[in-house]
């Protein structure tokens, strides 16, 4: 199956509030990661393995993300704009992204389950799989790969697994005696969610346009029970700016001119 044909359905409509300071007056996934939005990112990620039909769930401030994108040659180009006439003609473009992006509001206060449902309704088409992401996570991980280990398994989701370290030192006792200590050691066998989902149209049955459906609650939490659900291993880079701290350590990768998801 050819990854341009997938959908992406990215959501974009949380608050944000652990990193409140940059979300008071935009979305998260509009954030800047050095020159671009996160969001532009998270694309760029899918972008590398060929897809490229995104729809984008909105709610909080809604009005950024589609000013965004329909300015989105005066936000990555030179451009000459004639006042009398707003007349607009671009010079030099900066990118060669042939991007189809579909701005869907899908309610202020709504949860993640119920904008997706809504977004899937209208949008998902005669598409029999689909992708769907957050605005917020960042990761190297080939997802072209992931939908050919989905499509080969047959079940109706696959989601990207991560398997982290620990955020904190780890000690290895005897008695009171410390035999071992490690920095930040591997939660081998430990995995949590990367975000990267795959999913069969059918999916779609369970989830629910009420404003309350969480996508992680009872839809995935259903479909696991079910014995619907794969887990897509991966042990590369990832990484989710949910804190001040977080986004100024993806800025130091952007900075360095080799941030490890767009290689």
């Keep these: 199956m050819n990854t341009a044909d997938i959908p992406v359905f990215i959501l974009c409509g949380g608050l944000g509030t652990r990193i409140k300071e940059e979300t008071e007056f935009r979305p998260k996934p509009m954030v800047p990661i050095g020159e671009h939005p996160i969001l532009w990112h998270v694309m760029q990620i899918y972008a590398r393995h060929g897809f490229r039909r995104f729809v984008l769930c909105l709610g909080?401030?809604?009005?950024?993300?589609?000013?965004?994108?329909?300015?989105?040659?005066?936000?990555?180009?030179?451009c000459t704009i004639k006042l009398k006439t707003n007349e607009i003609t671009v010079h030099e473009h900066r990118h060669n992204l042939d991007w189809e992006v579909t701005l869907a509001y899908t309610g202020e206060k709504?949860?993640?389950?119920?904008?997706?449902?809504?977004?899937?309704?209208?949008?998902?088409?005669?598409?029999?799989?689909?992708?769907?992401?957050?605005?917020?996570?960042?990761?190297?991980?080939?997802?072209?790969?992931?939908?050919?280990?989905?499509?080969?398994?047959?079940?109706?989701?696959?989601?990207?697994?991560i398997n982290p370290p620990s955020r904190f030192g780890e000690f290895k006792v005897k008695g009171d005696r410390v035999i071992e200590f490690s920095e930040k050691p591997d939660l081998e066998g430990h995995w949590i969610n990367g975000g990267y989902f795959f999913f069969h149209r059918d999916f779609r049955k369970y989830l629910s346009e009420d404003e309350t459906c969480v996508l992680e609650r009872e839809p995935l939490v259903k479909l696991a029970r079910d014995g619907q659900l794969n887990l897509y291993k991966h042990r590369g880079f990832w990484a989710c700016m949910d804190t001040q701290r977080d986004r100024e350590q993806l800025m130091k990768l952007v900075e360095s001119g080799n941030p490890p998801w767009l290689k």
């Design 110 to 161: 709504n949860m993640t389950g119920s904008r997706v449902a809504q977004a899937a309704r209208k949008y998902l088409g005669g598409s029999e799989h689909w992708a769907v992401t957050y605005g917020d996570g960042l990761t190297d991980a080939d997802l072209a790969a992931e939908l050919r280990y989905h499509l080969k398994q047959k079940k109706l989701g696959t989601a990207l697994g």
């Design 60 to 78: 909080f401030k809604a009005e950024v993300v589609k000013d965004y994108f329909s300015n989105f040659h005066l936000h990555n180009a030179d």
